[in-house]
Structures are given as structure tokens and as C-alpha cells.
T-cell receptor, first 114, second 109 residues
Framework: NAGVMQNPRHLVRRRGQEARLRCSPMKGHSHVYWYRQLPEEGLKFMVYLQKENIIDESGMPKERFSAEFPKEGPSILRIQQVVRGDSAAYFCASSPLADSYEQYFGPGTRLTVT | RKEVEQDPGPFNVPEGATVAFNCTYSNSASQSFFWYRQDCRKEPKLLMS???SGNEDGRFTAQLNRASQYISLLIRDSKLSDSATYLC??????????FGKGTRLSVIA
């Protein structure tokens, strides 16, 4: 019973490059949430997606950030032209139901921008 | 006022001690409440849900006071393995989970 999988686990990018973070939800889950955790901070919601739909992106910065969850394949969080302030842990969670507090977290991707 | 506030700690306690963490939340419409545990550089993991009647799971007891918008977690007989950051989490229906910054606990031998 594989849990939520995220890759890469660690990602180093230079300022101005693009970062792509991938999340494969648990089997049977069609709802994905992305959270960001800055150093010494709590997790902050970014975006909630269902297959092929963005449901809530109220926590996502308006520029440089985008997310998708295609019909086939993992959910992708994309950060264009990364800056040092993007350095953080990015956690993905999945759930079997819509708008659910029952969320299962992946191990996270640690992004370091140099 | 932040949505979920916690004392950041750190709490440094000896093995066997009892330690209590507090959390307040600002949204009176919040419906569900949780304590998560997060080990260093790992993902958060659900420790327990919190109910108005209070609930206990082994050495852990959680309490909710809706009138005061206050949640607590009590850990009895602390173990070295309890060292972690404890996150207070609130859910308000069709909104995302809202996390506090966490309270760091170090249990010392």
C-alpha cells in the first residue's frame, strides 16, 4: 500500500531556473493539496486540485507558481524563475474525498535556491 | 491575529515529565481540530483528533474548549522518542487545513 510519493526529495536550483515538483497521490485518491513550509514556520496551504481541475488556489502566489493534476500522471507544482525566498519544504497531501480534513502527507521536496 | 497560534517553545523537559502545549484559534466557525507531530525534516503525521469531550490515547490527552477557542495537548511520562515539533491544526469545513507554527519539544535523558 504505497503512500503519497513525492519526487525529487531534494532539489537545488540557481536563481532564475525552473523547479518542478511531482506528487503521486495514494491509490484511489483523486484530491491533492500542496503546502509550503518555510524555515521555522508552519505549513501554509497553497493549492487544492482534483483531476484536471484547480479547486482552490487561494494560497498560491499570483506570479511564477502554477500547479496541475492531469488525468494521467502525478500532480506537478511548477515554480518559474526561482528566487532565494522560494527555498522551503513543499509537502503534498492526498485525500479520497472532496474538501476533506483526512489528508495523507508525502515526505516532501526540499527546494534550495542558490 | 493569526488563525492558529502556538507557543513556539522549545520545551526542554526530563524523561518522565508531564508537559502541556496550548493552542488558540481565531475562526469561531472551525469544526475539527487535530494535533500533528512533525519530526525534523519529515512530513507531519496525525497524532490525534481533538473532541469537545476530551480524548485520551495512551500517554496523550487532548482537550478542546470551544468557548475560549483553545486546544491543549498533555503528554505524560515523556519519552526521548516524544522529541518533535507538535502542530496544532484546525479545519473549518470547505477550507484547507490551517497549521500553527508548532511547538518544539526536547525530552532530555
Amino acid at each position: 500500500n504505497a503512500g503519497v510519493m513525492q519526487n525529487p526529495r531534494h532539489l537545488v536550483r540557481r536563481r532564475g531556473q525552473e523547479a518542478r515538483l511531482r506528487c503521486s497521490p495514494m491509490k484511489g485518491h483523486s484530491h491533492v493539496y500542496w503546502y509550503r513550509q518555510l524555515p521555522e514556520e508552519g505549513l501554509k496551504f497553497m493549492v487544492y486540485l482534483q483531476k484536471e481541475n484547480i479547486i482552490d488556489e487561494s494560497g498560491m502566489p499570483k506570479e511564477r507558481f502554477s500547479a496541475e493534476f492531469p488525468k494521467e500522471g502525478p500532480s506537478i507544482l511548477r515554480i518559474q524563475q526561482v528566487v532565494r525566498g522560494d527555498s522551503a519544504a513543499y509537502f503534498c497531501a492526498s485525500s479520497p474525498l472532496a474538501d476533506s480534513y483526512e489528508q495523507y502527507f508525502g515526505p516532501g521536496t526540499r527546494l534550495t535556491v542558490t | 491575529r493569526k488563525e492558529v497560534e502556538q507557543d513556539p517553545g522549545p520545551f526542554n523537559v526530563p524523561e518522565g515529565a508531564t508537559v502541556a502545549f496550548n493552542c488558540t484559534y481565531s475562526n469561531s466557525a472551525s469544526q475539527s481540530f487535530f494535533w500533528y507531530r512533525q519530526d525534523c525534516r519529515k512530513e507531519p503525521k496525525l497524532l490525534m483528533s481533538v473532541y469537545s469531550s476530551g480524548n485520551e490515547d495512551g500517554r496523550f490527552t487532548a482537550q478542546l474548549n470551544r468557548a475560549s477557542q483553545y486546544i491543549s495537548l498533555l503528554i505524560r511520562d515523556s519519552k526521548l522518542s516524544d522529541s518533535a515539533t507538535y502542530l496544532c491544526v484546525v479545519y473549518s469545513g470547505n477550507t484547507p487545513l490551517v497549521f500553527g507554527k508548532g511547538t518544539r519539544l526536547s525530552v532530555i535523558a
